[in-house]
């Protein structure tokens, strides 16, 4: 079964500066736009920046597997390949991580690379792999 692309968007403080990061430093490249706000294909999925003048994220952070997570956040969930040369080419780029990339769940049903970092705008975005894919859709309960 082919999933269908989700659909995100979310606010920018400037679209050019939007498009530089999401194509120049993600790969994303870009799809239909105006003045106000511009489409990316972000990793197979549909997200669009849209122009909120003055906008600057403000996340609040909440505790997973001892790192504070920024929320919100979206991203997306790539192979453990695809995972690590994302995290070289972010460092490479002078990208600086909210949480740097690290494996999470050791040992446990949710065991992932996660990274996080956040755009210009202050947005919070995470990329994970999970080191056993079809785990990304179980169902189990996390105790610490």
Same mark, same amino acid.
């Given at each position: 079964? #082919?999933?269908? *692309? =989700? ?8 679209? @050019?500066? $939007? ?6 430093? /993600? ?5 239909? #736009? ?5 489409? %990316?294909?972000? %990793?197979?999925? &549909? ?8 906008? #600057? $994220? $403000?996340? #609040?952070?909440? &505790? ?13 969930? /790539? !192979? ?8 070289? &080419? ?6 600086? =991580? ?7 769940? @050791?040992?446990?049903?949710?065991? @992932?690379?996660?990274?996080?970092? &956040?755009? *210009?705008?202050?947005? $919070? ?10 785990? /990304? ?5 996390? !105790?610490?």
């Amino acid at each position: 079964m #082919s999933i269908p *692309p =989700f659909h995100l968007a979310f606010p920018v403080r400037d679209v @050019q500066e $939007a498009r530089e990061f999401y194509c120049g430093v /993600l790969g994303c490249t870009e799809g239909r #736009s105006a003045a106000t706000w511009v489409d %990316f294909n972000f %990793f197979g999925h &549909q997200v669009v920046a849209h122009l909120v003048k003055g906008y #600057s $994220a $403000a996340a #609040s952070h909440n &505790q997973v597997d001892g790192d504070p997570v920024p929320v919100p956040h979206f991203g997306a969930a /790539l !192979t453990v390949d695809h995972f690590h040369q994302l995290a070289e &080419q972010l460092k490479a780029k002078g990208i600086k =991580f909210v949480i740097e990339p690290h494996l999470r769940f @050791q040992g446990k049903p949710g065991e @992932q690379w996660t990274m996080f970092f &956040q755009d *210009p705008s202050g947005n $919070a975005l995470e990329f994970k792999a999970m080191t056993n894919p079809d785990n /990304l859709f179980a169902k189990y309960v996390v !105790t610490d």
